[in-house]
């Protein structure tokens, strides 16, 4: 199993441009997240999404739009991006939690993006 | 909102001794409490947890902590090797339907091991 994966590794915009990050996951998880990683703020939830055709607003979900049409891949998108949107992104995904094994959140290797 | 504090920022140990890692919480409706270490390059990978239901939990020379009534948790490595050397996230889960998995993580710590 190839786990959790993220496309793409690297990323620089300049700002208003656009950009849609990826997110893959082969263990037939119903939970998806997007984080993001700032120095010092830890990881702070985008959006999530509890199983295909949901998403939810996480706790900074300002400035980015979420997508997942198949169970499997979770999309996270940037309509105009700003330098303060600069970050690490983490996605991570997991079974249904509270249920036995269910609260591991197995995350992908991460998407540094860089916008001017 | 369920916010979560975590000490120290940056912690530097020798080989073989121990660290400790501490972090508090505010919701008292937390009930699950996981650790994950990051290394360098990588995303964070799940090292151990806790459950409000139980006040300490070892795996090998790892340890957590629960004081409830306190509202906050360690982590304890005991015997630190140079691989140990990461950046550690405690969290916190409220308890309920709605809480959707959702974690709340703590700013990080640093751990640097000297050989």
């Known amino acids: 199993n190839a786990g959790v994966t993220q496309t793409p590794k690297f990323r620089v915009l300049k700002t208003g441009q656009s950009m849609t990050l990826l997110c893959a996951q082969d263990?037939?998880?119903?939970?998806m997240y997007w984080y993001r990683q700032d120095p010092g703020m830890g990881l702070r939830l985008i959006h999530y999404?509890?199983?295909?055709?949901?998403?939810a607003k996480g706790e900074v979900p300002d400035g980015y739009n979420v997508s997942r049409l198949k169970k499997q891949n979770f999309l996270l998108g940037l309509e105009s991006a700003a330098p303060s949107q600069t970050s690490v992104y983490f996605c991570?995904?997991?079974?249904?939690?509270?249920?036995?094994?269910?609260?591991?959140?197995?995350f992908g290797p991460g998407t540094r993006l860089t916008v001017l | 909102g369920e916010n979560v504090e975590q000490h120290p920022s940056t912690l530097s140990v020798q080989e073989g001794d121990s660290a400790v890692i501490k972090c508090t919480y505010s919701?008292?409706?937390?009930?699950?409490f996981p650790w994950y270490k990051q290394e360098l390059g990588k995303g964070p990978q799940l090292i151990i947890d806790?459950?409000?239901?139980?006040g300490e939990k070892k795996d090998q020379r790892i340890a957590v902590t629960l004081n409830k009534t306190a509202k906050h948790f360690s982590l304890h490595i005991t015997e630190t090797q140079p691989e140990d050397s990461a950046v550690y996230f405690c969290?916190?889960?409220?308890?309920?339907?709605?809480?959707?998995?959702?974690?709340?993580f703590g700013q990080g710590t640093i751990l640097t091991v000297h050989p």
């Open positions: 991570a995904s997991s079974y249904r939690p509270h249920r036995g094994g269910g609260d591991t959140q197995y």
């Open positions: 263990m037939n998880h119903e939970y």
């Open positions: 999404s509890v199983g295909e055709g949901t998403t």
């Open positions: 919701d008292s409706a937390s009930n699950y």
């Open positions: 806790i459950r409000s239901n139980v």
């Open positions: 969290a916190a889960r409220v308890a309920g339907g709605t809480s959707y998995g959702k974690l709340t």
